[in-house]
């Protein structure tokens, strides 16, 4: 089996059309563990027709890199996520654009129908803020969304954000760097479940790291600075449910800002927003669609 050769661009380049295509695919789902082929399209060339990742995705298959599961779906044509092989895991966990992180294959058909739905959740929130991007000559590609990032909140336990974002607000000659932690929620946890995701990230702001033989924290900081000189905003992102239980949610997570003493301390030093999936695909994250947890009307997630 012959191995193409993959491409060497930085993280913080966006896909090119002057990049192999076949390179701009297997890197995607490397990034992103699970996608269909129109969300790969709309990632790496949303210009490009379907029939055109679709005949990139069927060469990678044959060559033992990716493969598919179908999701069901009785009123459209059978649409595939694609994910990769143990083949094609090894051959991209060397890309820039993965270096550092832990890689978190899906190579077998039973682990993706088990990541699939929640997975592909994360993937259309991504593509609602890269859209608006492009749109608005913002700046945010694949690479500037980073899946399942794990931070230790001490005593043995840990924070996993749904995704880490990474997006620069263009306008003029300036350059705003903005990150956020992305939760998506499909309703399947109860609101109670979802609202402590704010003690965990609360944990986070205030946790410094213990150096080994020490009894005292050094004198350096929290430990989130290891990673962000700013605490990324976080996100949460709701699907899954009628409006009503949507909203529901939305305001235990407000109620946990409120009544929580180090959610609320939290909150005063970090920007928290809850908006509906669909209202984000629909109008774009820019849009005043966005809940503040602490309190207000809604407004753009860049406002909160």
């Known amino acids: 089996m012959t191995r193409p050769a993959l491409s060497t661009s930085g993280p913080d380049v966006a896909p090119s059309p002057a990049e192999p295509l076949l390179h701009q695919v297997l890197a995607a789902i490397a990034q992103h563990r699970i996608a269909t082929t129109s969300q790969l399209r709309r990632m790496v060339r949303p210009e490009g027709s379907r029939q055109l990742l679709s005949r ?116 003029g000659e300036q350059r705003r760097k903005l990150r956020a932690f992305v939760e998506v929620d499909r309703s399947t946890m109860s609101s109670e479940r979802l609202a402590v995701k704010l003690i965990e990230y609360a944990r986070l702001f205030q946790y410094e790291a213990q150096p080994p033989g020490r009894r005292r924290p050094a004198a350096a900081g929290p430990a989130w600075l290891r990673w962000y000189p700013v605490f990324p905003r976080v996100l949460f992102v709701l699907t899954g449910s009628s409006r009503y239980r949507l909203g529901n949610r939305m305001a235990d997570l407000q109620a946990m800002v409120a009544q929580h003493p180090l959610v609320a301390a939290f909150a005063r030093e970090v920007r928290l927003g809850a908006a509906v999936l669909e209202d984000i695909e629909c109008h774009g994250p820019a849009h005043p669609v966005w809940v503040p947890l602490a309190g207000g009307q809604p407004r753009p997630w860049t406002e909160l």
């Open 56 to 171: 990139v995705l069927n060469q990678l298959r044959s060559d033992g890199y990716v493969d598919c599961t179908t999701l069901p779906d009785g009123n459209r044509d059978r649409t595939h996520a694609w994910y990769l092989t143990q083949e094609g895991s090894r051959l991209t966990r060397d890309l820039p654009v993965l270096r550092g992180r832990q890689p978190y294959p899906i190579t077998s058909t039973t682990a993706a129908s088990l990541k699939t739905p929640h997975t592909l959740a994360v993937v259309r929130a991504h593509l609602a803020f890269a859209e608006d991007a492009r749109q608005l000559g913002h700046e945010h590609g694949p690479w500037d969304w980073t899946p399942e990032v794990s931070h230790s909140i001490g005593e043995g336990e840990r924070v996993v954000a749904d995704a880490v974002m990474y997006y620069t607000v263009v306008d």
